[in-house]
Nanobody, 121 residues
Framework: QLQLVESGGGLVQPGGSLRLSCASS????????MGWFRQAPGKDREKVSC????????YYADSVKGRFTISRDNAKNTVYLQMNSLKPEDTAVYYC??????????????WGQGTQVTVSS
């Protein structure tokens, strides 16, 4: 059964950086979209970023543009989220999710378990 496993979360000071990883198992499709979402306590889940396999196009929420970068390593079935210039408001549980239709806009078929990111001095 396909699984998504996030890693790389932790505690970082404001202005610091983290790189999240999302590794997928038993995943061989050439058509997919991988998204990163986050949810802070008491807030709605927010789509942070997404990458499409078909053309490598990416999406970023306005709140993270210029600070976060999504990338993929197809050989490792892994998608990364490089987060720079982190702010306290970036504190949340971050989830990766997989869409088998290759669309960043549609629903997502599989979700990871989440990794906590805390930005605090």
């Amino acid at each position: 059964q396909l699984q998504l496993v996030e890693s790389g979360g932790g505690l970082v000071q404001p202005g610091g950086s983290l790189r999240l990883s999302c590794a997928s198992s038993e995943f061989t499709s050439d058509l997919y979209a991988m998204g990163w979402f986050r949810q802070a306590p008491g807030k709605d889940r927010e789509k942070v970023s997404c990458v499409r396999s078909s053309d490598g196009s990416t999406y970023y929420a306005d709140s993270v543009k210029g600070r976060f970068t999504i990338s993929r390593d197809n050989a490792k079935n892994t998608v990364y989220l490089q987060m720079n210039s982190l702010k306290p408001e970036d504190t949340a549980v971050y989830y990766c999710a997989l869409n088998f239709e290759g669309s960043c806009q549609g629903g997502y078929d599989y979700w990871g378990q989440g990794t906590q990111v805390t930005v605090s001095s």
